[in-house]
């Protein structure tokens, strides 16, 4: 029996073998989640891996123009680019690669092996998992999401079917244009463009097309990484050079651990007051440190 029939029976009342109620899910109005007999790799996605399973997990938004809302994040694998302080750079980052980390400069520290975090399942699996938490907000983050866009679009799919009021995040480093069959489904962007404290070539990370589209996007923001008085400067004129709405550009500091972020905090909070520009906090560092998955 196929997903969609089976999401339809569900809101009928009737139930099937092939359904598994999860803990929580009767009497709440949520779809059961069927149980997948033989799943389709050929419609399957990349995904980080957190302890035995993927990483999805519920939580609240805690960066850019949506901070606070309850969200399911989705964390795809794959990155097309690898900035030099990326908090996820198991996404990409695997043994065997030539790429440089500040993590390098610890003498225990080990590149993972790429097929210990990453696992790749179908577009409905991860659809039910999704589904699972009962929330209306979702999230796909990275690495670089975008690089998979079509499967993602085939997830949204599947869960505007099972909860029409469902919605749609994707943070995206703004190289990738977003193909047809994903925009159509109307998600908000979460651009991060990078500057050069990422240590690479602005050829790599400014891509004057995609950037143009979402500037043209009202569902779009952007949210630069600040480190030092210097970045501003780069800021501005990336914004005047790809005429990006200076109301939808937020600042946040860049922070892998609490001490950081106690430090950048009230220096950016500052800036941000004086120039007119969003301030954006990390409420995920700010609360849990570098723990994953909360």
């Given at each position: 029996?196929?997903?969609?029939?089976?999401?339809?029976?569900?809101r009928m009342g009737v139930h099937t073998r092939e359904d598994a109620v999860t803990a929580g899910?009767?009497?709440?109005?949520?779809?059961?989640?069927?149980?997948?007999?033989?799943?389709?790799?050929?419609?399957?996605?990349?995904?980080?891996?957190?302890?035995?399973?993927?990483?999805?997990?519920?939580s609240l938004q805690g960066e850019g123009a949506s901070v606070g809302t309850p969200s399911v994040?989705?964390?795809?694998?794959?990155c097309n680019l690898h900035c030099v302080w990326c908090d996820t750079d198991y996404t990409w980052?695997?043994?065997?690669?030539?790429?440089?980390?500040?993590?390098?400069?610890?003498?225990?520290?080990?590149?993972?092996?790429?097929?210990?975090?990453?696992?790749?399942?179908?577009?409905?699996?991860?659809?039910?998992?999704?589904?699972?938490?009962?929330?209306?907000?979702?999230?796909?983050?990275?690495?670089?999401?975008?690089?998979?866009?079509?499967?993602?679009?085939?997830?949204?799919?599947?869960?505007?079917?099972?909860?029409?009021?469902?919605?749609?995040?994707?943070?995206?480093?703004?190289?990738?244009?977003?193909?047809?069959?994903?925009?159509?489904?109307?998600?908000?962007?979460?651009?991060?463009?990078?500057?050069?404290?990422?240590?690479?070539?602005?050829?790599?990370?400014?891509?004057?097309?995609?950037?143009?589209?979402?500037?043209?996007?009202?569902?779009?923001?952007?949210?630069?990484?600040?480190?030092?008085?210097?970045?501003?400067?780069?800021?501005?004129?990336?914004?005047?050079?790809?005429?990006?709405?200076?109301?939808?550009?937020?600042?946040?500091?860049?922070?892998?651990?609490?001490?950081?972020?106690?430090?950048?905090?009230?220096?950016?909070?500052?800036?941000?007051?004086?120039?007119?520009?969003?301030?954006?906090?990390?409420?995920?560092?700010?609360?849990?440190?570098?723990?994953?998955?909360?």
């Amino acid at each position: 029996m196929r997903f969609a029939d089976l999401l339809v029976l569900s809101r009928m009342g009737v139930h099937t073998r092939e359904d598994a109620v999860t803990a929580g899910s009767v009497g709440t109005g949520q779809p059961s989640l069927p149980r997948l007999e033989t799943p389709r790799m050929t419609d399957s996605l990349v995904l980080a891996k957190l302890d035995a399973g993927p990483e999805i997990f519920h939580s609240l938004q805690g960066e850019g123009a949506s901070v606070g809302t309850p969200s399911v994040f989705v964390r795809l694998s794959r990155c097309n680019l690898h900035c030099v302080w990326c908090d996820t750079d198991y996404t990409w980052n695997f043994a065997g690669t030539s790429f440089s980390h500040d993590k390098d400069a610890d003498p225990a520290y080990r590149k993972p092996v790429r097929a210990e975090v990453q696992v790749t399942l179908s577009d409905e699996e991860i659809a039910r998992e999704i589904l699972r938490h009962g929330c209306d907000n979702v999230i796909f983050t990275g690495g670089e999401p975008l690089l998979q866009q079509p499967g993602i679009a085939r997830v949204m799919t599947l869960l505007r079917t099972a909860m029409p009021e469902v919605r749609f995040e994707i943070e995206t480093n703004g190289t990738q244009m977003p193909a047809a069959e994903l925009e159509a489904l109307r998600p908000r962007y979460n651009v991060s463009p990078k500057l050069g404290n990422a240590g690479m070539r602005a050829d790599q990370c400014l891509i004057p097309a995609p950037l143009a589209f979402f500037a043209a996007c009202d569902r779009a923001t952007f949210k630069f990484v600040c480190a030092a008085g210097s970045d501003l400067d780069e800021i501005r004129g990336i914004v005047d050079t790809h005429r990006l709405p200076r109301q939808r550009v937020l600042l946040m500091p860049e922070a892998t651990s609490r001490e950081e972020l106690e430090q950048r905090r009230p220096w950016l909070f500052e800036v941000c007051r004086q120039t007119g520009f969003r301030y954006s906090d990390r409420l995920h560092v700010a609360i849990f440190g570098s723990r994953r998955g909360v």
